[in-house]
């Protein structure tokens, strides 16, 4: 009598091979996905992180010069050329006189087109300070309280507020600062020569 040795080595067959094969892609495919909205978000932050730097830096150059000046000239709808004090609850821009005694020009600010700009020329011309990727929106702007001089009542006192979106290679970010500076120049009466009293010198 023959008898047959049955083979008792097991294997995959080609069904489960491609069960394996098409589970470990899912898997593959899933942690992919997690992996790029993972470096997607990383260069978001990146990059907005540093725009944020960016404009805080800004914020702190506009406090300097405001707090160090004088003479604050709101621009608004109503004192358009900045060219007398004026106070506003909202303008687009703000001028005053630097602190350097050799600076004879007027600096200012303002908001157009989404951009903040700076002049130092008196509003001649002026320079961004904020790049292509940031849009400034239409409800920032600068207020300021006691810009008229004495007896005018209050400490000059500005406040600068900008509001936009970074549009940066990771998406859309939205940012929100603002500022309030007191002019650190005591607003003095002026003073007035009264002259000599009319005498005559011996």
């Known amino acids: 009598m023959i008898h047959f040795n049955k083979n008792t080595q097991g294997g995959y067959t080609i069904i489960e091979m491609m069960v394996a094969v098409s589970v470990f892609l899912v898997v593959l495919m899933y942690g992919m996905v997690a992996l790029l909205n993972s470096n997607m978000l990383?260069?978001?932050?990146?990059?907005?992180?540093?725009?944020?730097?960016?404009?805080?830096?800004?914020?702190?150059?506009?406090?300097?010069?405001?707090?160090?000046?004088?003479?604050?000239?709101?621009?608004?709808?109503?004192?358009?050329?900045?060219?007398?004090?004026?106070?506003?609850?909202?303008?687009?821009?703000?001028?005053?006189?630097?602190?350097?005694?050799?600076?004879?020009?007027?600096?200012?600010?303002?908001?157009?087109?989404?951009?903040?700009?700076?002049?130092?020329?008196?509003?001649?011309?002026?320079?961004p300070l904020t790049s292509s990727d940031i849009s400034i929106h239409e409800a920032s702007g600068f207020s300021v309280l006691g810009a008229e001089p004495p007896p005018s009542k209050g400490q000059p006192l500005a406040r600068v507020f900008l509001e936009g979106t970074i549009n940066s290679r990771g998406g859309v970010t939205t940012f929100s600062l603002q500022t309030t500076v007191s002019q650190r120049l005591l607003d003095t009466p002026p003073i007035i020569d009264i002259g000599d009293d009319g005498g005559e010198n011996e």
């Open 42 to 127: 990383q260069i978001r932050s990146k990059d907005a992180h540093s725009m944020m730097d960016n404009l805080s830096f800004i914020m702190e150059e506009i406090s300097r010069d405001l707090r160090t000046g004088y003479d604050y000239h709101c621009i608004d709808d109503n004192n358009t050329s900045a060219s007398s004090p004026h106070s506003c609850s909202f303008g687009r821009g703000i001028s005053f006189m630097p602190s350097s005694d050799i600076e004879t020009e007027r600096w200012a600010y303002n908001i157009n087109g989404g951009v903040l700009m700076k002049s130092i020329d008196g509003g001649n011309s002026f320079y």
